[in-house]
């Protein structure tokens, strides 16, 4: 997935890989959805450092 975002959140647009091929989604109900999805994520995701050492720290497991 790719989420193209600017100064005009009108303008922002989606595009999914998919089995039959790329979708773009500029709709502003279907945007608010993925915007939605990735503020959750990055809240989710650890800081930079943190992942970058959990990164390393996995593969010097393997």
């Known amino acids: 997935m790719h989420y193209v975002k600017g100064p005009v959140p009108a303008l922002d647009t989606a595009q999914l890989d998919q089995s039959h091929g790329p979708v773009i989604i500029d709709s502003e109900a279907r945007l608010t959805q993925y ?5 959750r994520l990055d809240t989710a995701a650890l800081p930079d450092e943190q992942s970058r ?3 390393h720290a996995v593969a010097q497991e393997m």
């Open 35 to 39: 915007r939605l999805l990735l503020d």
């Open 53 to 55: 050492d959990l990164v």
